[in-house]
């Protein structure tokens, strides 16, 4: 009998990733990938800037394998629709079904959608190729009013690109009363909103979004003051939902994603471990609560060490590892500006210093925990991304803060 | 091993840097220069560094 393969349930960066980690770490024997978009793996930021700009083309994206993986077998538009961990075996939505070795929970997030009552149509959402497509073509007609929902990430990096594609207006919606006040702050916050302000955008914030008008297709916005937004283009960056349904009735939390031991395994089988932003993983290096990470590090970093832990437990061996605990990093570009993180600035929102510069210029802000320096972010051009850099083997080198 | 950056994909994160300090460097200007046939020995961490690149500009031939 041939041996089972390990199947990897997500074809994104972090299902391939693991692939490759797989066979860096040892593993000969048969790999299925099985992933939902009919696009092989390619790499996401670019969706909301440079591909959706027009600088850079779709076929730019493409990941391109490692030579170990071309052995591996790809099911491309294709999803597990249920697992069954006791049997270690995945049901997949072309109503095949397949055993496994391993499993390897890869399969990412959705963007979450806003409820309220009105038309679907000129409503976009950005985290496929298809997504950008799609928007970039909306985003391209001549003189669009644009309302961007949601001040995160995405949305500020939208609303920068709308602008540079000549788009009329362009404003974003938040309840909260600053952009990315989440993982920034209040300080840096104010300043990334002036920046965006002094670029034309405009912002509609503490205020929720409570319908969307039109006959048939989109033309405004209602906020929850009354205002109605006219708007041609709608995108909804109100962040994500775990794809963790296949999951259910296996008995694991699946609360916010998939929760994992420190050793990215899940639910006490060491054949299944779940990585990408999908994972919900303790950080050693921090208060070990575990939490979900969407930066574009994370997949590789929990590939790597997923794969050596599962390849351990398949040669019958210790894998030795100490507990993961990958140094956060994050960037958005934005305009003609950059943030640049390094460590968990969200956890020093309380103590926020300005380390250099000036929040007007280029600044580096450092964020402490207990006095603590715990993260830095620059903000500005390439001196302050460089500034934030030279903290990174600091803060690598500081040892767990004891919650 | 050879080392191929796209320099127009390149956008100076850096991330290279970290990984991989013996093949990749900023010179006094803040460009990014890097060894193009590092030595075999270090071919983990010239992964690693392909790996991590945001914009994935670099490739390894060989």
Same mark, same amino acid.
């Given at each position: 009998m041939s041996t089972a393969p390990v199947v990897?349930?997500? *074809?994104?960066m972090a299902g391939l990733r693991t692939a490759e980690q797989l066979r860096a770490a040892g593993w000969t024997g048969p790999i299925t990938l099985v992933g939902d978009e009919p696009h092989a793996p390619y790499n996401r930021p670019p969706l909301s800037k440079e591909v959706l700009a027009g600088k850079a083309g779709f076929d730019s994206l493409a990941f391109r394998p490692r030579a170990a993986v071309a052995d591996v077998e790809w099911r491309l538009g294709t999803s597990v629709v249920r697992a069954d961990l006791a049997r270690q075996a995945v049901e997949l939505s072309d109503g095949g079904s397949l055993s496994y070795t391993a499993l390897v929970a890869a399969t990412g997030m959705r963007p979450r959608r806003l409820r309220c009552p009105g038309p679907t149509a000129g409503r976009h959402t950005v985290r496929t190729l298809d997504d950008a497509q799609a928007l970039r073509e909306a985003l391209t007609a001549p003189g669009v009013r644009v309302v961007v929902v949601g001040a995160g990430f995405i949305g500020c990096e939208v609303a920068a690109t709308a602008m540079a594609l000549g788009a009329a207006e362009v404003t974003v919606v938040d309840p909260l009363p600053l952009p990315m006040a989440g993982p920034l702050g209040e300080l840096l916050g104010g300043a990334l909103k002036r920046r965006h302000e002094q670029r034309g955008v405009r912002f509609a914030l503490g205020c929720g979004v409570t319908g969307f008008e039109g006959e048939g297709r989109v033309t405004g916005v209602a906020l929850a003051d009354g205002r109605v937004l006219p708007a041609d283009v709608v995108v909804e960056s109100v962040g994500s939902i775990a794809n963790t349904e296949w999951l259910d009735g296996n008995g694991l939390d699946l609360a916010d994603g998939v929760l994992t031991d420190e050793h990215l395994r899940v639910g006490g089988r060491p054949e299944v471990v779940a990585v990408g932003d999908v994972a919900r993983f303790p950080n050693a290096r921090y208060d070990g609560v575990p939490r979900r990470v969407e930066h574009w590090s994370i997949p590789t970093d929990t590939a790597k060490h997923a794969a050596r832990v599962l390849v351990a437990h398949l040669a019958g061996t210790q894998h030795g590892l100490d507990p993961f605990a990958p140094l956060p990093t994050f960037w958005s570009d934005q305009h003609d500006f950059r943030l640049q993180s390094f460590g968990a600035p969200a956890l020093g929102r309380e103590d926020v210093r300005v380390l250099d510069g000036d929040p007007d210029g280029d600044v580096l802000v450092g964020y402490h925990h207990r006095d603590r320096l715990i993260g830095v972010v620059a903000l500005g051009g390439q001196q302050a991304a460089a500034a934030a850099a030279r903290y990174r083997a600091e803060l690598l080198r500081q040892p767990a803060p004891t919650a | 091993m050879q080392v191929v950056v796209d320099m127009n994909k390149c956008? @100076?994160?850096g991330q290279c840097v970290f990984a991989a300090p013996d093949v990749f460097s900023f010179d006094e200007t803040g460009r990014l220069a890097y060894v *193009? @046939?590092? @030595?075999?020995?270090?071919r983990a961490d010239v992964e690693e560094a392909a790996d991590v690149c945001p914009l994935q500009a670099i490739r390894i031939e060989g």
């Open positions: 990897v349930a997500g *074809a994104s | 956008q @100076d994160h *193009a @046939d590092p @030595d075999e020995a270090l």
